[in-house]
């Protein structure tokens, strides 16, 4: 019984022993990723204290996204996903071979249409 009750607790003439269990908590660092990450404490470790992820690139934009996209020939498209860039972007499509770019956004779509003259 005694075990049961806190160490120097007595209810009703029985003096606890119980000292509690010791928790060993991990604190980890993780590095953010694209793809759902479990964050579990390694073997010998009763939790997780402090879980610090990095901070994302200020030049991340995503896998299989092309950084400055840029048209290849008069009225090409190019798509800019959602979230990537806002509508008050411009985006220079200006080459030697295209001198004088015209480009347009569509704020419902995301697409950008470019030509030249």
């Keep these: 019984m005694a075990g ?65 996209p840029t048209p290849t020939a008069s009225g090409a498209t190019v798509t800019i996903p959602t979230g990537y860039y806002s509508e008050n972007t411009t985006k220079s499509v200006a080459t030697t071979t295209h001198p004088n770019p015209t480009a347009s956004f569509n704020t419902t779509t995301g697409v950008i249409t470019a030509s030249h003259t």
Excluded: H, M, R
Excluded at 15 to 38: L, M, R
């Design 4 to 68: 049961n009750i806190k160490n120097g607790v007595s209810i009703f003439g029985v003096t606890g022993s119980y000292t509690g269990t010791t928790i060993s908590n991990q604190n980890k660092s993780v590095t953010p990723t694209e793809s759902e990450q479990e964050i579990t404490a390694d073997s010998g470790y009763t939790g997780l204290g402090t879980v610090t992820i990095g901070a994302i690139s200020s030049t991340y934009v995503g896998s299989g996204i092309t950084v400055d």
